[in-house]
């Protein structure tokens, strides 16, 4: 079946189309067209919603028009519409969740309401080869910049809730520490940059929550660590970009840490066959590296998924696989009357 996905959660205009075989689950991508307002954000450091979802106005139409192009007769063609219903920015969401209704309404499409967060963890099985299938169950770590989350997946629309951060989200930790050193926004990407090459972890910050006995994370506080050192650096004219590169590692280390200590109990705790990591954050290719050497070290049964990098950030097609594998499973009714409740 071929399904339209549309996402328009936070600053990303994106809308994906994907095939999808019933009989062996693989997914193929026909067309991911992703339009972002980052480069207006990252002049005010931050999103701004008002502005994020004016240019989804403008960038929506466009958008389903470039994918189109890879139909031969869209209306034909498509089975189903899945779309972004939450959680994000209410009139980013409704730019999205609107358009899907009107193009279902005209063409008689069913229409498939996504969680966004679904979404992040149905990266993972997008072009999944054969011998390398995602074996159930699985506990997903969700790190993007509104969410940091772990779930455990017993099978497609059997999705449980562990824990999640009380307080800021991973993605969160690294965009506000970035605009402290100085950094453009997001800041993830420019931490990562910055911290290639360190190999020694001098601030070493603290690790929040590491041993607490929940899945639960807290990342408001390395913020307020990482500040101090500021502070201190700039009061006897020190901070230069040697430090800014050795918070930059530290705080990554930090970070990391407790994001793979929590996975690798829920791991165990749920005898997890597969690992598979969504969000903006498991682009960074040092988390990736530091799971892949963790498991080789300590549990080499475990298979670990990460998306490709573009599907790791928000796109369409990930909406799409999750209305795909969720479609009859998932009680979207519930989902729907109430977007604030996402998991069970
Ligand atoms: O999933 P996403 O595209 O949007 C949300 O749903 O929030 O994630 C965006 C977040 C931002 O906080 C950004 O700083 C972070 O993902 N991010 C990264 C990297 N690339 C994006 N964080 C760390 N390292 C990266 N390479
Ligand atoms: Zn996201």
Redesign the pocket.
């Known amino acids: 079946m071929i399904i339209l996905g549309i996402e328009t959660?936070?600053d990303?205009t994106s809308v994906g189309i994907i095939r999808a075989d019933k009989k062996n689950g693989k997914v193929e991508v026909l067309a991911n067209v992703v339009a972002s307002s980052l480069s207006l954000h990252a002049k005010t450091g931050g999103i701004i919603p008002e502005i994020a979802a004016r240019e989804q106005v403008k960038y929506i139409i466009p958008a389903i028009e470039k994918a189109f192009k890879n139909l031969s007769n869209a209306r034909e063609e498509i089975d189903a519409i899945a779309v972004t219903i939450g959680p994000g920015l209410i009139g980013s969401l409704l730019v999205g969740v609107e358009t899907a209704r009107a193009i279902a309404y005209a063409w008689k499409k069913p229409l498939i309401s996504v969680n966004?967060l679904f979404g992040?963890i149905y990266a993972n099985w997008i072009k999944q080869e054969n011998d390398n299938q995602i074996e159930f169950p699985v506990v997903a770590l969700i790190v993007?910049?509104?969410?940091t989350d772990l779930v455990l997946i017993k099978n497609h629309g059997d999705i449980k809730w562990l824990g999640g951060t009380r307080d800021d989200?991973?993605?969160?930790a690294?965009?506000k520490t970035?605009r402290l050193l100085g950094l453009t926004y997001?800041?993830?990407?420019q931490?990562?940059k910055m911290a290639t090459g360190v190999t020694k972890d001098i601030f070493n910050f603290p690790r929040p929550l590491i041993d607490s006995n929940d899945f639960d994370f807290s990342f408001s506080g390395l913020k307020t660590a990482v500040l101090r050192q500021v502070e201190r650096k700039q009061k006897d004219n020190g901070l230069n970009k040697e430090v800014v590169k050795n918070i930059c590692y530290s705080l990554q280390n930090a970070i990391f840490d407790v994001l793979i200590k929590k996975t690798m109990t829920a791991t165990k705790k749920f005898k997890a066959k597969s690992i598979v990591l969504g969000?903006?954050?498991a682009?960074?290719?040092t988390?990736k590296k530091y799971f892949e050497n963790y498991i080789k070290k300590n549990n080499p049964d475990i298979k670990l998924f990460i998306p490709p990098k573009h599907l790791?950030?928000?796109n369409g097609a990930m909406i799409c696989a999750a209305g795909f594998f969720n479609y009859e499973k998932t009680p979207w009714e519930k989902i729907t009357a109430n977007p604030e409740l996402y998991f069970d």
């Open positions: 959660s936070c990303e966004h992040h993007s910049g509104g969410h989200a991973a993605g969160e690294f965009d970035g997001p800041g993830g990407p931490i990562e969000g903006g954050v682009a960074n290719q988390l790791c950030t928000d």
